[in-house]
C-alpha cells in the first residue's frame, strides 16, 4: 500500500488529470469533486483514453491497495438482475407475449422501452467485497484508508471475531462491527487543541482559587437546600430553556456552561435522595426522583421546617409512600409540575444524558456530524447497517439493475468502459 495518499487543493482548470478524487470526506476531496470536468479523451488513440481512464477510476476505487493485488480481484463477469413481476407471471403463462406475432395481431403504438443496464459502472465491484471499503461504505470510517487503520489496530469484529486484515473478502451474510468509541471519533467533528488547552488551563485555575473556600461552597449549599421549591422548579426550567434553545451545532463555550450548570442541579438535587444508586438509574427513574424531591422539599415549606428529613424518615416516607401508592394516586407531583414544566425539564435531562460534555472524549462534545458529511451520506443497498450499535451486514454482492448500478462512483460510464477494456486485454 502507497504510504501517502494526498488530496491537494488543485486550483488550475482544464487538467483533469490534476484532479483526483479519493474515498473520503475530505473538503478539498469534494471540491475536487464538485469542480472536475467529463473525461471525453477526443484527442486521445484508444490505448491513451484506456490507460487514462483506468488511472483515473483507480484513484477512486482502492487507490491503497496494489495494482497487482486489485488485478489478481478482477472478474470479467459482471453480476446483474432483470426485475420481474410475481404477480404478473403468476397470473399469465406467456400466451399473450406469443400470440400474434406475425398475424397482425400487434399493436402499433408507445413502444415501452427498458432503462439500460449499466454493466459497465460493475467494473470495480469486486472491491466493495473488502473488508475496509465495507467500513467506509457503512460510513463507519471517513475514509478508505482510516478504515484500513481501524482494522489493522484491532477495533473490527467479523462474524464475532477480531479481524486484522484489510483486504479479507466478506460473504453474504458476513457481520462486521467496529468500536463504537472510534466511529464517533471517526465520524465525529474534531476537537480544537488550542481551545481544549486554555480550557484546561481555566478549569485548573478555578480548582486552585476553589480550594481555600470549601467552607463558603458548603454554607452555599446548605442556604440553597432551604430555598422555595417554586424557585427550585424555576431555576431548572430556566436552565433546561437554555440547553433546549442553544443550537446543537454550537460547541462553543456559551453550550457547555448552559449544560454544566444544568447537570450541576440535577446533581444537586439528585444527591438528597436516599437511594445511593440514582445517579446511574435510567433516566425515567431520575426524573421520578426529581419529582419526589421537589415535593418533599414542598411539604417541608408547608410545614415550616428549613431542613431535608434525615436517612430513616427518608426510608419511612419510601416506605409510607410504596403503600400509599397501592391505595391512591399523589396529586402532589401533578400540582407541583405542569405539563410544560415536565416537558421542558424532561427533554433537557435526556438531552444531557444522550450527547454529554466530556472532554477526555478525542472528539468535540457534546457530539456532532463532521463538516461536509451530508454530501456522503449514503449507503448501498447490499449493505444492512444499524448506527446504534456501529454494526453491518453484508447482505449479497452488487449487482446492475436497469437504470442503476449498486457500485457507488463519481464517474460516468464511459469512464468504467475504456478502464474495463484495459483489465481484458491479454498479454
Known sequence: MPRRAPTPLKVKKNIFSDVKVRQSWNKYNL??????TPYSGRLHNFFKQKWAT?????????????????????DRRIRSVIPMDAEYLAANDGSLESAGRGSGLEKKGKQRTASPIPYMQMTFAPMERRLDTAIFRAMFASSARQARQFVVHGAV??????????????????MFQVDPERVMWA??????????AAKEEEEVSEEAKAEPVEQEVIEEEEVDLDRDPRDVLKDLRAKAKSVLATSK??????????LRAFATAIKKLLSKSTSSTVLTDSLEAQFA???????????NQSAGTTSLPSERDGEKAIAEGESAEVTAPQPKQEIMLTDADYNELY?????????????????????????????????????????????????????????????????????????????????
Request: hydrophobic share 35%; net charge positive.
Open 31 to 36: 471540491y475536487n469533486l464538485a469542480r472536475q
Open 54 to 74: 483506468k488511472s483515473l477510476a483507480r484513484n477512486y476505487h482502492g487507490e491503497h491497495v496494489r495494482e497487482k493485488q486489485w488485478l489478481r480481484m478482477f
Open 157 to 174: 469484529k467479523v462474524n464475532g471475531k477480531q479481524m486484522r486484515f484489510p483486504g479479507y473478502l466478506l460473504n453474504p451474510g458476513d
Open 187 to 196: 465520524t465525529g467533528a474534531p476537537k480544537i487543541p488550542q481551545k481544549a
Open 249 to 258: 451545532r454550537d460547541l462553543g463555550a456559551k453550550r457547555k456552561q448552559d
Open 289 to 299: 426522583e426529581i419529582q419526589n424531591q421537589l415535593n418533599i422539599r414542598r411539604e
Open 347 to 427: 427533554a433537557a435531562l435526556r438531552t444531557m444524558q444522550e450527547n454529554p460534555v466530556d472532554d477526555t472524549k478525542p472528539y468535540a462534545t457534546p457530539w456532532m456530524p463532521r463538516d461536509y458529511m451530508s454530501a456522503f451520506a449514503f449507503v448501498p443497498r447490499f449493505l444492512e447497517v444499524n448506527h446504534n450499535i456501529c454494526a453491518a451486514v453484508y447482505l449479497r454482492h452488487p449487482v446492475a439493475r436497469p437504470g442503476l448500478a449498486e457500485v457507488p462512483s463519481p464517474y460516468p460510464g464511459d469512464v468504467h468502459s475504456t478502464a474495463f477494456a484495459w483489465y481484458l486485454r491479454r498479454r
